[in-house]
Structures are given as structure tokens and as C-alpha cells.
């Protein structure tokens, strides 16, 4: 296929261990270019040796694409960016995915890109693939896309976003060889992600969600139903569901969404709203091989939850809470603090409290204190900023910008935000995750030191953060060593 297909690359998104799940972005862009006849060849660095990444460049493809979200994943991308660009010159690179979508200029300033496509981009890749292909494409009617004309970056039109009834299986042939890796990965959770809808119907403040996907767009029940029985012919049995709201949020079609997943024995996650948990569907969850949901209930105050545009009351969330008490589904509940505003440090003691009050109601459900992170595209953005928030440094920097390292200035400790987050995770969330031994040896005297800080909201002394990047240095260090020597002896192999 020399020459005339597209590659799609996946970097790492993070440096740590952990169980990649499967690109859906690439893999659903990918069948919508197969569908329109471009030919794909697919890497994922997380679970191919980079020799692979290396012969496809040298089949010199039209483009390399790469699908990018924020945190180190533009790290790992910049550097596969760079080394497609130093092995294959002639092929077009195009950056895709959110982090491009929400920060187009730094990407385009920063990185040695051609293109990048915005927001859901089937239909700008498509047409953009179809002009390298004539080599003299008029990039300027290009919806969504964002371009270099004489030195200059030009941002086109966005372009309305696709009817997910219109797109193709995303688990097409081609992927099949990279799913098996996926699958062959002992599943500490499901590894394979899909999705039912996209959109998502709360309109929260903090999240890209309502400018990037704009309205709810869902598949039909008969799509759907095809989808999961080839899933299943072609041995997947756990999902991970990654709808913004499992089915766009409709209740009856939740519903039937149960009956198709019991009936082709699937375990799943997804993400729920409280307020469309009532017993019949938390039933037909349970039954259907549900193992854990995850909400983000955000704030025990119905003014904030007003602000947030979040469209329930905390009324609501009791009534669904009470609803979910002795499930044998799995929970999540997610808290944010840290919002902009002259509630702000008190919204951070009462998430404090609120997270405690739920520990002791659920002790078995994890709860997560989020920080609130400003990120262009996010409403409440430009609030943050004028606020006092300066954005980061460059790429770099925003790579570094997450819910562990963000600092919010309109509070007294701009760090405690970060610091809730770390806390409550040791607190309510290690077990899954760092309960094996030897990590538990540290993790446990931890975990009894931030449940006691939560409950005095005492963040004094702060010592985890450092010890934790300690302990991520040395396991990076030791990562680095594996890979190192396991790419090595393939490549070794390959000769
Ligand atoms: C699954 C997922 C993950 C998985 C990774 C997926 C994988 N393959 O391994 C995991 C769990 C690892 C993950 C991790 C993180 N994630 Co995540 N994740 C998601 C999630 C739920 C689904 C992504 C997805 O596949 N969607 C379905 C596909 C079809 O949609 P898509 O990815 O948007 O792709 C479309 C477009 O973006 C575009 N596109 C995408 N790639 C490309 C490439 C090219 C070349 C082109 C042209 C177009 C294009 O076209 C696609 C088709 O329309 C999204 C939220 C969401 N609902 O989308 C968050 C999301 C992407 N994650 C996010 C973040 C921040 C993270 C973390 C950094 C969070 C953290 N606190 O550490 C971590 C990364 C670090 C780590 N520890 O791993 C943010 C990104 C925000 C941002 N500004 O970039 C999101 C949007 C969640 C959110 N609400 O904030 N994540």
C-alpha cells in the first residue's frame, strides 16, 4: 500500500503501567475513511513495539494522523509527530481529538503539524485524505479545519457534527489484530470501549463536552443490537461505555439497552446521571451485567448545581441515592470543588464534608474530589481567567495541567483543589487500584492519614504530593528500563 493510505497513531497517554483500552477514535475514524475507500494502517504505541510505528513511516503514508487529549498524551504525540516527520518528510501530519479541538493555535505554533482537524472529524478527515490524495487541494473549503496558508493559521468554519446512525462499525477488519492485544491483556477492567451515543444533555460549566460535541446524537436500538453481536462473535465480552450519559440519558432507551446486554452476556461500565436512577432501571442495570457506574452528583448545593447548568436538584440526587443503596453494581461518585467564584473556598470544605457524609452512607462506593481545571472550551474558561487564572507555559505546561498539579488562584491555598483530589482518592479509591501487596504497605497508613485529614480539613504538611511524584519517578524510571529492554529484544528478534 505504499504511498497511497493513511496511517492513524495512537501515543501513550500516560508514562505509568496501566491496561490500555482500545483507540475508539482512531478505530471509528478509521472505518469511516476505510467505508469511503482510503486505505488505513492503525499503531498504537501502548501495545506495538515502536520497529512497527517505524516500518509503516517507511511505506511513507499520505498523513499521519494522531488523536490527542490533554495530560501527557501531547508529550508521547509530539514525539511520534517528530519522528514521522524526520522518517517520511512527504506525508502530511494531522493533529485531531480534543486537546488540538480546544488549544488549535498552540498546536499549530508548537508542534511541526500541517493540519488539524476539529472537533468530530470523519467528515473533515475524509475530505482532507481525498485533497493529499490530488495533491492540490483547496484547503480553504475544508470545514473544521484549521491550516497554514503562507505562514498564516486559518481556522475554517466549524462544521456540524455527524449522525452517529451515519458511521461504521468502528471494530472493522483492519483493527481486528490490535483488538486481540487488547484482549490478550489480563483485564483489570474492560478493555474494549464503545459508544451508544455522543453529547451529552448536562450543560456543565466545567466540561468541553457542550461546545465540542454540541447536541445529543444517539444510534438506534438495531445498530446497536448488530454492533454488540459482532462484539461478541468476535470474543468481547466487558465494555467499557463511553457516552458522556449512557444513551444519550433516555430512560426507555436505557431500558432496552439492559435487555440487549443481558441478553448477549456482556459485564460494562458507563456513566449515569442520578437523576434517571429509578428501581426499574437501576434493576435492569444490575441484571445486565452492570459492574460499575459512575456519576457525577458535583455538589450538595442546589445553587451551585443551578450555576453549573448541571439540571438537577440535590433533592433529586438523594432520592437517587436512596435508590442505589445495597446494588451489587459498582459505584463512582464524583465531586467538584475549586469553582470560580466567592463561594469557592467554602465549596471546597463542603465537598470535603459532602464526600465524608457519602463515605459513611456507601462505604463500598469510591468517591472522587475533583479540582475544578480550566480548559479552553469549557464555559466557565473565560470566568477562571478573568479570575486570575493564567493559563500555562506552552504545550508543555498544559500537558502538566491536570486535577494533581492545577493551581486556582482565587482561593487562600491555590493548591487545595489538588490536594483534595490526591486525598480522596487515597481515601475512598486506593482499594481498587493499590491494595495488592507491596504497594498496600504504603498505601494503607495513607489512606487512614487522609481520611483523617478530610475529616479535620487538615491539608498541613502536605507530604503525598511529593512522595507520590517520587514514587511515579521510580516507577517511571523502572517502565522506562521494561520497555527499553522489551523493544529492544524485538527489534533484536525482527532482524
Ligand atoms: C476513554 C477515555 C479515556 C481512556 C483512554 C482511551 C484509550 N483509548 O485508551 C483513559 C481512561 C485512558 C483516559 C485517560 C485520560 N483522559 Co480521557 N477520556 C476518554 C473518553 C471517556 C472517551 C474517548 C473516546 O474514545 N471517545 C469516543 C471517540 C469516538 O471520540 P473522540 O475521542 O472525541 O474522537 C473524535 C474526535 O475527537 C476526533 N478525533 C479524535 N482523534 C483524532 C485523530 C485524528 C487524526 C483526527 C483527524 C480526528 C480525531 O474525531 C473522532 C471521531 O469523531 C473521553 C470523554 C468522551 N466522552 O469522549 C475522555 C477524555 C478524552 N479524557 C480526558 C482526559 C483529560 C484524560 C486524562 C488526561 C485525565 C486525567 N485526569 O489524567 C487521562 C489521561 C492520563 C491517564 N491516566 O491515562 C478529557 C480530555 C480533555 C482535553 N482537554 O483534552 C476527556 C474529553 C474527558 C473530559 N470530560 O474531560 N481517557
Redesign the pocket.
Known sequence: MAGDFVL?A?AR??PYP?E???????F??GAYLEAHGVLVAYYDERVEPWSHFNELLAQKPLAV???V?????IIAARRLSRRARAASPESKI??????P??LPREVMNEIDVDCI?L????E??RELCRGFASRRADLSGIRGLVWRDRGSIVINPKRPPPQLEQLPFAYHSPTLPLLRRYLEKPATREAV?Y?TSRGCPSRCGF???PVFHGPVRGKSLAKISRELGRLRELGVSSL?I???VLMGGVAADIAALCDLLKALSFTWTANLRVDLASADILNRLEDSGCRWLYFGLESNDDATLRGLGKGFSWTQVRAGLALLRDRRIGTVFSLICGLPGKDSEQGVRRSLELAEELHLSFPKAEIQIQSFVP?P?AALYSEAVAQGFRPPDGLEGWAGH??FRVALPWLKDPALPAKAYLTSFLAYRYRRHLSGFPACLIAYPLHLLSRWRIRRQFFGCYFEKPLYALGMAVLRGWIALRFFCRDGLRAENNR
Open positions: 492513524l495512537y497517554t500516560t496501566y490500555p483500552q482500545t483507540p475508539l477514535s482512531l471509528g475514524l494522523g494522531f488523536s487529549m490533554g495530560g501527557y498524551q494531522v493533529w485531531g481529538g480534543v486537546l479541538s480546544c482537524a472537533g468530530e472529524a470523519e473533515t478527515m470501549g459508544e466540561c468541553y463536552s467499557d463511553y457516552d458522556d480548559l472550551g491536570d486535577h
